[in-house]
C-alpha cells in the first residue's frame, strides 16, 4: 500500500517512489485528505502531522468536496474589496481638492468625516498621489546664466 511521507513530500510504494514539488500545494492537500479519509489514523492527527490544525482539515474537505482538487489551491489573501476608497469617497475627496486646492488634506478628511465617511488623511493622501492631485508648489524660473552684467 502506498503512502505519503509529508517531510519528504515523497509518496512511497513497493515499487518506488514518486516526489512531489515543494511548491505544490494542492497534492501535498490532497495527500492529507486521501490519508485522513481512507487511512487508519484520526482526522486531527492526519491534519497535525500534516501542519494543519482541525478546524482547517474541515476546511479544506469541504472545499474539495465542492470544488475539486482546484479548491485546494491558496488564494490571495486580504480585503477583496476597497471599502475605505469606494466609488463615492473618492470622487468627493476629488470634489474637494477642486473646490478648495489650497486645502490640506487633513482638512478635507475631515470635510469628508463630516459628510458621514470613515476616512482618514492617510487614505486621502493616497487618492490624491493615485490621481496626481497633490498640491501645486510655487514655481520660480532660474536666473539666465552667462551674462555678467
Not at 39 to 52: D, F, H, N, T
Not at 112 to 118: D, I, K, T, V, Y
Request: charged share 30%.
Amino acid at each position: 500500500m502506498a503512502h505519503f511521507d509529508p517531510t519528504h513530500r515523497t509518496f512511497v510504494g513497493p515499487a518506488g517512489a514518486l516526489a512531489v514539488r515543494p511548491d505544490d500545494e494542492v497534492s501535498f492537500k490532497l495527500a492529507m485528505l486521501i490519508e485522513g479519509e481512507c487511512g487508519g489514523l484520526s482526522r486531527c492527527r492526519v491534519a497535525e502531522k500534516y501542519g494543519y490544525s482541525r478546524q482547517r482539515y474541515f476546511q479544506l474537505r469541504a472545499a474539495f468536496r465542492e470544488h475539486g482538487a482546484s479548491a485546494l489551491l491558496s488564494r490571495k489573501r486580504g480585503p477583496k474589496t476597497r471599502h475605505r476608497q469606494s466609488v463615492e469617497v473618492v470622487s468627493q475627496a476629488i470634489r474637494h481638492r477642486l473646490l478648495d486646492p489650497d486645502a490640506s488634506t487633513d482638512v478635507i478628511a475631515q470635510k469628508l468625516r463630516q459628510c458621514g465617511f470613515a476616512i482618514s488623511k492617510r487614505t486621502v493622501d493616497r487618492i490624491f498621489a493615485r490621481y496626481g492631485l497633490q498640491k501645486k508648489t510655487l514655481h520660480v524660473p532660474a536666473r539666465p546664466r552667462g551674462r555678467a552684467d
